[in-house]
Structure formats: structure tokens, C-alpha cells
């Protein structure tokens, strides 16, 4: 009965991870210029490679500016100026990438 009660929690809990997981889709940009690039153009990715050597990479959906956490910064700055697809999870406002692709 124990082992069925251990069992029980951790299938709970293992659902209650993935549920947390989220999926967006957004275009990759820099802390300084933000959602002022409102569409991927040449101009803007021009801009956003050049600002983002200095800058965090950050996750523009619609007109919001998600912050992301050091190692997914790293990881968006192959991505700047493009439109991309990412899941991961949020804590505090910050987002941690688990996987991100150029959007299609």
C-alpha cells in the first residue's frame, strides 16, 4: 500500500512539472531596444546583432518584453532578429528556455 501511495505522488507530480512547461512564440531582440523592432526586418535585425553583443537577448511576444535567464540569453543569441518558437518555464518574470527554434 505504501509503494502504491509513492507511486500515486510521483505520476502527480511528474504532471504537475509538465504542466508548467509553457510554449511561445516570439522574435528574439535585446534588453536595450526591446519591442521598439515591432516586426523582423532587415533593419531591425541589423540593429538587434549589433545592440545585443552588449545587451541580454530578450523574447518579444506582441508588445511584451520577456526577460530571460542568463544561460537562455546565451542560448537566444544565435536566434537574434528571427522569429522563434520556445518552450520552457517561467519563475519570477524571467524565462528559462528548454528548447528554441527559428519559427516557420
Not at 542568463?70 to 528559462?96: E, I, M, R
Given at each position: 500500500m505504501k509503494k502504491l501511495v509513492i507511486a500515486s505522488l510521483f505520476v502527480a507530480s511528474l504532471g504537475s512539472l509538465t504542466a508548467m512547461?509553457?510554449?511561445?512564440?516570439?522574435?528574439?531582440?535585446?534588453?536595450?531596444?526591446?519591442?521598439?523592432?515591432?516586426?523582423v526586418s532587415e533593419k531591425n535585425t541589423q540593429c538587434i546583432k549589433k545592440?545585443?553583443?552588449h545587451?541580454?537577448?530578450v523574447l518579444v511576444v506582441g508588445d511584451k518584453v520577456v526577460k530571460l535567464d542568463?544561460?537562455?540569453?546565451?542560448k537566444a543569441k544565435a536566434?537574434?532578429?528571427?522569429n522563434v518558437k520556445?518552450?520552457?518555464t517561467t519563475d519570477g518574470g524571467v524565462l528559462k528556455i528548454?528548447?528554441?527554434a527559428k519559427a516557420e
Amino acid at each position: 500500500m505504501k509503494k502504491l501511495v509513492i507511486a500515486s505522488l510521483f505520476v502527480a507530480s511528474l504532471g504537475s512539472l509538465t504542466a508548467m512547461a509553457e510554449e511561445m512564440t516570439g522574435y528574439i531582440s535585446d534588453a536595450m531596444c526591446g519591442a521598439k523592432h515591432h516586426e523582423v526586418s532587415e533593419k531591425n535585425t541589423q540593429c538587434i546583432k549589433k545592440c545585443i553583443e552588449h545587451a541580454d537577448a530578450v523574447l518579444v511576444v506582441g508588445d511584451k518584453v520577456v526577460k530571460l535567464d542568463a544561460d537562455s540569453s546565451t542560448k537566444a543569441k544565435a536566434f537574434a532578429g528571427q522569429n522563434v518558437k520556445v518552450t520552457g518555464t517561467t519563475d519570477g518574470g524571467v524565462l528559462k528556455i528548454d528548447t528554441i527554434a527559428k519559427a516557420e
